[in-house]
């Protein structure tokens, strides 16, 4: 099993254009997870998907979106980028019996 | 507010020493998780418990449900375990999250 992939690594945006961070876990789990984090602040939730279908906002939902059109995928959209989403993202989902699984992160600079 | 307090921020230590990190929550929770961050890293996942103490080499994780409190230890610390470590309680499937404590072992 791969877990958790996420791409891409590092990403320089302009302030306006779009883009799409990509999730895509194959262990099955239902819930999946986006989170950004800033330095000196915990992990903010942005949304978050309880299965194929099915998303929900998180904390900081404000300027992006998401699908879950499959189990295995939960892409983050960023529509009109802003430097306020400069950030490090990461994907998460855990298991059943709640063990987590992290993807390796995007760190996405919006200049 | 902050459901997850961690101390301490920033920790240096000298290779070989004894570590405790503690975590504070203020959520009834389901379990709690013990997270690492390597500089520039992604999270991977060391313990998560619901009680008592759990053992993985060097690393030793213990929680105290009726207090709220939860501690990670490191025994003969290594340059190797400089990271951040993450303390994460879950109540289901919500996930609530600590700053981290940065540890930088010196060899």
């Known amino acids: 099993n791969a877990g958790v992939t996420q791409t891409p690594k590092f990403r320089i945006l302009k302030i306006g254009q779009s883009m799409t961070l990509q999730c895509a876990q194959d262990m099955n789990h239902n819930y999946m997870y986006w989170y950004r984090q800033d330095p000196g602040m915990g992990l903010k939730l942005i949304y978050y998907s309880v299965g194929a279908g099915i998303t929900d906002k998180g904390e900081v939902p404000n300027g992006y979106n998401v699908s879950r059109s499959t189990t295995e995928d939960f892409p983050l959209r960023l529509e009109l980028a802003a430097p306020s989403q400069t950030s490090v993202y990461f994907c998460?989902?855990?298991?059943?019996?709640?063990?987590?699984?992290f993807g390796e992160g995007s760190r996405l600079t919006v200049l | 507010k902050n459901e997850v307090e961690q101390s301490p921020q920033n920790l240096t230590a000298q290779e070989g020493e004894f570590i405790t990190i503690n975590c504070s929550y203020s959520?009834?929770?389901?379990?709690l998780h013990w997270l690492q961050q390597h500089p520039g890293g992604g999270i991977v996942s060391l313990f998560m418990?619901?009680?008592g103490k759990k053992k993985h080499g060097r690393l030793i994780a213990t929680i105290n449900i009726q207090e709220k409190h939860s501690s990670l230890h490191i025994t003969a610390s290594h340059p190797r375990d400089s990271a951040v470590y993450i303390c994460a309680p879950n109540t289901g499937n919500q996930f609530y999250f600590g700053t981290g404590t940065s540890l930088t072992v010196i060899p």
């Open positions: 959520v009834g929770i389901s379990a």
């Open positions: 418990l619901s009680s």
């Open positions: 998460a989902s855990p298991s059943p019996s709640g063990e987590l699984f």
